[in-house]
C-alpha cells in the first residue's frame, strides 16, 4: 500500500471506522509470532507487519484516499492517475471497495496502510473469522436496489453476496486465448488487470446498466455472445494488452 502523499486534501471517512478501529485495536494486541501463525507469513514479514499495524491511526493527516492507496494488478489496471477529478467525484458515488480492516470504502474515503485480508481467521477474538465479524455490515452499506458489477475476488465478495438478492449481480469474466490450444482460458495476471480496467471503463463511460457492459473493449479484450450469459458475460483477448498495467509483468520483463 502506497502511504499518504503530501497535500492529500480533504478525505471522506470510511463508513464503518468504528468497527476498523476494533480490528485494529485487536491487532495490535498480537505478537510478532501471532501475526505470522495467522496470516501465513515469515518470520521478517510478520516483523514488518507488526511494526506497520502498531503505526495504524485514524488521524486525518495521515490518510491516503482509498482510490490512490492499493498497489496490485486489479490497482493497476484501474489507472486511478489517469482519472479526472470529475471521475473521482463519480467514482466515489458508485465505486465500492472491499476491505479486511475497513469492511468497505468509498473512493475518497481516508485510509492508511494495514494488512489484513477478509479471508483470515481471528484466534481469541470475539469472532471466529472476518465473516462472522462483518455479518450483514458490509452489505447493508450498499444499495438497495439496481445492478452490482462483482470484480471482486471471491474471499471478498463472500461477505457481501449471501445478504444480498442474487439476481442483483453481474461478474464478467475475463479469458486469454491460448496459442497452443486455441481454447479460451483463465490466466490469473490477465484477469486481475482486466478487472481493474474493466473498472476504469465503467467509470470513464459513466456506464449504466446491463446492456452496455459487452461494449468493453480495452486492452484485447472482446466481448464473447456465445460463452456469455447474462449474469456472466464473456471477454476474451487474443493479444492482452495490459501488460505495460502488471506490476508483477513489468518485474518479471526486467529481469529477463
Not at 478525505?11 to 501463525?37: M, W
Not at 492508511?112 to 462483518?134: C, I
Request: a positive charge; hydrophobic letters at 40%.
Amino acid at each position: 500500500m502506497r502511504t499518504a502523499p503530501e497535500g492529500a486534501g480533504s478525505l471522506d471517512t470510511p463508513l464503518l471506522l468504528p468497527q476498523a478501529r476494533v480490528l485494529a485495536g485487536y491487532l495490535k494486541t498480537l505478537s510478532p509470532d501471532a501475526l505470522a501463525s495467522m496470516m501465513k507469513l515469515s518470520g521478517p514479514l510478520a516483523a514488518k507487519t507488526h511494526a506497520l499495524i502498531a503505526a495504524w491511526t485514524d488521524a486525518p493527516g495521515q490518510q491516503t484516499a482509498a482510490l490512490d492507496s492499493f498497489i496490485g494488478d486489479i490497482y493497476s489496471g484501474m489507472q486511478a492517475p489517469s482519472l479526472s477529478a470529475a471521475d473521482r467525484k463519480y467514482a466515489n458515488g458508485t465505486l465500492r471497495i472491499l476491505s479486511g480492516l475497513y469492511g468497505v470504502l468509498r473512493p475518497l474515503d481516508g485510509i492508511v496502510p494495514y494488512r489484513l485480508e477478509m479471508g483470515y481467521k481471528l484466534p481469541s477474538f470475539t469472532h471466529k473469522d472476518m465473516y462472522a465479524f462483518w455479518g450483514s455490515q458490509v452489505a447493508d452499506t450498499l444499495s438497495g436496489r439496481g445492478i452490482i458489477v462483482n470484480l471482486a475476488a471471491k474471499e471478498y465478495y463472500d461477505v457481501v453476496t449471501p445478504f444480498m438478492d442474487a439476481s442483483r449481480f453481474i461478474a464478467p469474466k475475463f479469458l486469454t486465448l491460448n496459442r497452443k490450444t486455441g481454447q479460451p482460458a483463465f490466466v490469473t495476471v490477465h484477469a486481475k488487470v482486466a478487472r481493474g480496467a474493466f473498472a476504469h471503463w465503467l467509470l470513464v463511460n459513466r456506464i449504466q446498466g446491463a446492456a452496455d457492459l459487452p461494449g468493453f473493449d480495452e486492452i484485447g479484450y472482446r466481448y464473447d455472445k456465445k460463452r456469455s450469459t447474462p449474469d456472466t458475460p464473456v471477454f476474451v483477448c487474443k493479444d492482452f494488452g495490459g501488460t505495460g498495467l502488471s506490476i508483477r509483468m513489468q518485474d518479471k520483463q526486467g529481469l529477463s
